[in-house]
């Protein structure tokens, strides 16, 4: 932290102001909701706490200034593990360090305080989250604000390690074929050259371990009791055999989606022509 005094003939005033914003806070409640197979929690918005308090600091002629005074990003895998055993997805991680200085628009007072923030994310979007983050809890803390429920205490990815990016990779156990040979990563392709750039490698990474989208995941789920039909079937039955080839669906990458649309697209007009001979 670090703080400025007023100008020449001016009163301190600042602190005594942010001491009145912090006691005209009541209790927020929690708005925002995660929830995975392993675990939930509820959390205030960063959202809901800026839409309280930026008022009451601007009634008083006290502005905030935010900005990203250090920040770190760098290229991990996360094994996780699935039906099918133990594979690798490609995420960027991001960490900073964020500033706030507080400036009294009637003193000319200024203090600065510093929050941190560290998150993930298979895309380009590691550093934002990391900086939401940040300024969520940053506001949070300094502003007292209780909630009643602390979600940092969660327990969050316990199934998860973070290693160093090794040469090469195992091949998904979900997948289908040969495993991986040397200097392959998981799903067979060659690692990225360790002279590519960060911005370089996380495209490539996107690429290959990106997350299937929505769309992807609403296209099979359109497919599904389309062959279902076709074949006389159910659809938890289609659904079963995909899984045992590719694991859960809900884990599919962008890659291995793409290549699931294909194959169910083949066996949709095979189906469909079988039928109409």
Known sequence: ????PPLDGFKPSLFSKIAEVQGE???MSPDEKVVTDKYSYTYISESQLLTAIRAKLSQRSVAAFVSVDSQKTELVEMQKTGSRGAYTVAYAVSEITLRIVFADGDSGETFTIYGQGRANDSGDKSLYKAITSANRYAWWKT????TGDDDV?????DDVQYVARPKAQPKDPGDVGESAGAGSTADGTPPPPDDLSFAEKA???QERGAKASEEQMAQIADLIPVLAKLRKTTAVKVTEALVNDYGPLTDLTSAKAN???GKLTRWQAN???EAAA
């Open 1 to 4: 932290m670090s703080y400025t």
């Open 25 to 27: 806070l009541d209790a």
């Open 143 to 146: 502003m007292l604000v209780p």
């Open 153 to 157: 205490n969660k327990s969050s990815h």
């Open 203 to 205: 495209r490539l990474a």
């Open 259 to 261: 290549e699931l649309l």
């Open 271 to 273: 189906a469909e022509k």
